[in-house]
């Protein structure tokens, strides 16, 4: 899975570079163990709350390829209808709520999702990521101390990539840190290395089980580390010499691939991990590229059922 | 038929939803002792805490919770208190309410009814006064109410939580007392965009919503005295507005005023003035005219709050020249 968000995201990069993927992209490149780590502990009923920088956990949730190609290309196919693009993909079939255009605006949604399943007796969850930029917004102390006071099934999920958008965020942070303040607020929270997808599957599975049984929200603490600018166009030339390339030893795909070769999983198995990968993505890219866009009149749809443009004519 | 409050007419209306559709519920600060005007006294004795139920003072969660547990197949009523403190949700209802169906193209329902009381109520002052109808109708997406009767409160509220759209729905605090006769019938239901004719007259349409149609009814009253027979009529709903009613009557009358307690500039009076204007225009016996309140926040001493209101006897005089 980590093969297929990071190939899906150089192929949504290559699309921006060939003038198809039109918007905005935010690549995740780099931080692909923390989706990969938590959702494998949530089935299709769970729901997920995600963040403009959301490829990694919508395909991770169970989206499409394909359909997620075709949203980023703004095609017919795509997720949305190809309406919403990057910073919008939702897929309610699996769960995922979708993407948000506002940073820490999806913190109070996912607690609402949470609200709406303890008042219909359900025993699904919610996850909810955001970055670390997020936890300055107030919708981060409205969201937490909500799903505290009324012991909501949350896990909250914090990618510490130490940018807030092109801003170190440690020089825009009082206090300690995420998981601090989420302790602060009464939600117990667990720090761990994000770019070892096995320590955040192991800290995500003692969390979610918490959440499951019954105790209320929980708060993940994963740092991590954007290989990429805040968006596919920005250079990231902010960043001090060597940044990156002291953060490629630590890239998780790397680790991940160092672990399976030691527990003696052959190169060549996880090589064709690899190629599959970018091949699916390939074709997805063809697929989408082919695709039309949706007409003109799709402008119209699904913005309300009454007094919706349809009707009214401008 | 019974004879209700404004409030409690709000209040029958969310009792029997509450009743009908276990999916419905209500949020807000306060609600667990009646809310801040008493609009859900024993609902919480009734349905019980969590369908009746307090919040932090976190305007933001609350219409963001709402969000969330919309989309998630519920039909949550969200409590405001003011207008004016909605004002620390516009993100959640304005990019997330507003637009989750349409950007996740048809994906998302989002069922919600945010109950955001507006209006002068005496001596209130600059953030609890504000009414901010038309900041909502331009936001596609949305419905906005502004229901000015109690028999109105009652069938409107009934729409807006049976409406799959998300609906702006802006009581009047200066209406809580005002009595009238209120249907029984539990599914009496209002639509929006239908606005209801107060009093019929040949001369002049006059267009007005919420409290302020009260006044121009009494301005009306005032004119018929005069010998001037005015059309007055509610539209009970901004978005959508019913734009046939008003261009039928502006057509039989060839004179058009609208009258709002908002502020005049930017308020949703323009709106309607420019349809008519684009419409009838060439027809019209007199140039439109809007009437509202100067573009000044609402002060705290009665004079100078009254300085911001749009009166009856401003209302009689602008007819009166208009009839010249």
């Avoid at chain 1, 190609?69 to 919403?84: D, I, T, Y």
């Avoid at chain 1, 740092?223 to 010499?241: E, K, L, V």
């Avoid at chain 2, 307690?261 to 323009?270: K, L, N, Q, R, S």
Wanted: charged letters at 20%; hydrophobic letters at 45%; glycine letters at 10%.
């Amino acid at each position: 899975m980590m093969h297929r968000i990071r190939a899906l995201e150089q192929v949504a990069l290559r699309g921006l570079d060939d003038k198809v993927v039109l918007g905005a992209i935010h690549p995740s490149i780099g931080q692909e163990a923390v989706p990969v780590g938590v959702m494998s502990h949530l089935s299709a009923d769970d729901l997920l709350l995600s963040t403009h920088r959301g490829h990694g956990h919508t395909l991770a949730k169970g989206a499409s390829a394909q359909a997620m190609m075709h949203e980023l290309l703004g095609r017919v196919g795509g997720n949305c209808g190809g309406k919403g693009g990057s910073m919008h993909i939702a897929d309610f079939e699996v769960g995922m709520l979708g993407a948000n255009g506002v940073v820490g605006a999806n913190i109070v949604i996912a607690a609402g999702a949470a609200h709406a399943i303890r008042l219909c007796g359900e025993d699904r969850i919610v996850a909810c990521f955001f970055g670390d930029g997020a936890i300055n917004r107030g919708p981060f102390l409205e969201g937490l101390n909500w799903a505290a006071v009324f012991r909501l099934p949350v896990l909250f999920v914090c990618e510490d990539n130490g940018y807030s958008a092109t801003t170190r965020t440690s020089t825009m942070t009082a206090g300690a840190g995420p998981a601090a303040r989420a302790r602060a607020i009464g939600v117990p929270a667990v720090e761990v290395d994000g770019n070892d997808v096995l320590a955040v599957d192991a800290a995500a599975a003692e969390l979610i089980g918490a959440i499951r049984s019954g105790g209320g929200p929980r708060f993940l603490h994963a740092r991590t580390y954007r290989m990429t600018g805040h968006t596919g166009a920005d250079p990231a030339t902010y960043r001090p010499a060597g940044e990156v390339e002291a953060q490629r030893a630590n890239d998780p795909i790397g680790r991940a691939r160092d672990m399976l070769l030691a527990a003696g999983v052959a190169a060549a198995e996880v090589d064709a991990v690899a190629a599959a990968a970018l091949a699916e993505m390939d074709a997805a890219y063809d697929s989408a590229r082919a695709a039309p866009y949706p007409p003109a009149a799709q402008a119209f749809v699904d913005v309300q059922d009454i007094g919706s443009p349809a009707v009214e004519a401008y | 038929m019974a004879r209700l409050s404004y409030l409690d007419a709000g209040r029958t209306a969310l009792a029997e939803e509450l009743a009908r559709d276990p999916l419905v519920w209500a949020i807000g600060e306060d609600l667990g002792r009646g809310g801040v005007f008493g609009q859900y006294r024993g609902l919480a004795e009734t349905f019980g805490p969590d369908r009746v139920s307090d919040a932090p003072i976190s305007e933001a969660a609350i219409l963001g919770a709402a969000v969330g547990a919309a989309m998630t197949g519920t039909r949550p009523v969200v409590e405001m208190r003011f207008s004016d403190f909605a004002l620390c949700a516009v993100d959640e209802l304005v990019n997330q309410a507003a637009k989750a169906r349409f950007m996740f193209g048809g994906q998302a329902r989002v069922p919600l009814v945010v109950r955001e009381p507006i209006g002068m109520w005496r001596s209130s002052a600059a953030q609890h006064s504000q009414s901010l109808e038309s900041w909502y109708a331009h936001i596609p997406g949305l419905v906005v109410a502004c229901p000015s009767t109690p028999a109105d409160n009652k069938g409107m509220l009934k729409a807006a939580i049976r409406c799959d759209d998300p609906v702006v729905y802006m009581e009047h605090k200066n209406l809580w007392a005002l009595e009238g006769e209120v249907p029984d019938d539990p599914d009496y239901l209002v639509p929006f965009g239908q606005a209801r004719v107060v009093r019929e007259g040949g001369d002049i349409t006059i267009v007005s919503w919420s409290a302020q149609v009260h006044v121009v009814a009494a301005a009306a009253e005032v004119l018929a005295g005069q010998g001037i027979e005015a059309e007055v009529i509610d539209l009970r709903s901004i978005w959508p507005w019913d734009k046939e009613r008003v261009l039928a009557g502006v057509a039989r009358t060839g004179r058009l005023l609208v009258v709002h307690e908002a502020v005049a500039v930017a308020g949703f009076g323009a709106e309607i003035a420019a349809t008519v204007a684009e419409r009838l225009g060439r027809d019209l016996k007199t140039p439109v005219r809007r009437l509202g309140a100067p573009r000044a926040p609402v002060g705290y001493a009665p004079p100078v709050e009254d300085a911001v209101r749009v009166s009856r006897d401003a209302v009689v005089a602008a007819v009166t020249e208009m009839m010249r």
